[in-house]
């Protein structure tokens, strides 16, 4: 059973950062399809960045230039760096993961992914 446990969200003031962490156990990080996706209050899921096996990224337009994934293989680990953060970045930030594919395509589609954490709340004040 994949196991992926979120952290790093909290309260940050408008501009500020916050780098969010998702350790995954039980299985390799690196041959899959990883992402991060979040959701506000009233509003769906949306898909915020992915990262493949071979390194490629996606980001939603919303956050381009802002935000940045990355994963560190040796610690299983999964990362969201976010700079220059706005209160419409208010949200549960969630990890997830496809187990069955190295493959991103239609990255942005929540149903796709099989494995999620619990979520890490990030609260930004204007």
């Known amino acids: 059973q994949v196991r992926m446990v979120e952290s790093g969200g909290g309260p940050v003031q408008t501009g500020g950062s916050l780098r969010l962490s998702c350790a995954a156990s039980e299985y390799d990080v690196r041959g899959i399809c990883m992402a991060w996706f979040r959701q506000a209050p009233g509003k769906e899921r949306e898909g915020v960045a992915s990262l493949d096996n071979a390194g490629t990224t996606n980001y939603a337009d919303s956050v381009e230039g802002r935000f940045t994934i990355s994963k560190d293989n040796a610690k299983n680990t999964l990362y969201l760096e976010m700079n220059s953060l706005k209160p419409e970045d208010t949200a549960m930030y969630y990890c997830?993961?496809?187990?069955?594919?190295?493959?991103?395509?239609?990255?942005?589609?929540?149903?796709?992914?099989?494995?999620w954490g619990q979520g890490t709340q990030v609260t930004v004040s204007s």
């Open positions: 997830a993961a496809r187990g069955y594919t190295t493959l991103c395509q239609r990255w942005a589609t929540s149903s796709l992914y099989n494995y």
